[in-house]
């Protein structure tokens, strides 16, 4: 068999296994996935129907039409996500759903449509829904946070950050005009006021004003800190 011969059976086996994969491959892109083709990663309390539930994914769809970014972007909003990559599989066939949880760190409260609803956040700040949090009714945590907003999350992520050396924190409280004022075991009350830039030095502030009463060993119990004033702070203690 000269050279010529071998190139063209080379070729045509090559020609043929090209189309058999071309027609594999399409015959599994336009295959419909069904909840049983959704393979989920990292989060043993999410199911498919959880999946369903929250985005706007109807099945049966063929595979080539399912829009996974947009997917992503509604269940990063509805359950809370920390991360979600879902990709287009063929071998297995389906969807694969990879995720990563946010961890709890402390209570939170907020308000939808004048309606209360208990949670967590994380340490970002990012408030997490009860149904969302594995065996939620035996977590303790020593802070609250109530009146949660959304645009206040960096602000809270601060506020735990630079507390979380101390034990004295106890809760954060933000009001519907958005006044904001924390809970200590040592300060008792400290009257932060509304969200400003100032916010990080008020926070350095409270530690070096509870530094230096406990260098004077000042034995009166601190009723409050006013912080509203960053120029005038003002402590007010218990008289009898």
Not at 126 to 144: A, H, T, W
Not at 149 to 163: C, N, V, W
Not at 209 to 227: A, G, N, P, V, Y
Request: charged letters at 30%.
């Amino acid at each position: 068999m000269n050279n010529r011969k071998v190139y063209k059976i080379k070729k045509l086996i090559l020609c043929g296994t090209f189309f058999a994969f071309s027609n594999i491959l399409t015959f599994y892109l336009f295959r419909k996935v069904d909840l049983k083709n959704i393979h989920i990663n990292g989060a043993d309390l999410i199911t498919a129907n959880d999946i369903i539930e929250n985005s706007s994914l109807q099945l049966p769809k063929k595979l080539i039409f399912i829009q996974t970014k947009l997917i992503e972007k509604e269940l990063i909003q509805n359950i809370s996500l920390r991360q979600i990559s879902i990709n287009r599989q063929i071998f297995p066939f389906g969807l694969v759903v990879n995720i990563q949880t946010r961890t709890p760190v402390a209570f939170a409260e907020r308000e939808v449509k004048g309606i209360k609803k208990n949670g967590f956040i994380d340490k970002d700040g990012f408030f997490i829904k009860k149904k969302d949090v594995p065996e939620s009714e035996n977590l303790i945590f020593p802070i609250k946070i109530f009146g949660w907003k959304k645009d206040y999350k960096e602000l809270i992520s601060l506020i735990i950050e630079t507390y979380k050396k101390t034990n004295d924190l106890e809760a954060i409280k933000i009001s519907s005009e958005g006044f904001i004022t924390l809970e200590e075991s040592f300060l008792q009350k400290i009257f932060l006021g509304f969200k400003t830039q100032e916010m990080e030095e008020k926070l350095n502030l409270i530690f070096d004003i509870k530094e230096q009463l406990k260098k004077q060993k000042i034995r009166k119990k601190i009723k409050s800190l006013d912080l509203t004033d960053l120029a005038n702070p003002k402590i007010k203690v218990f008289i009898p």
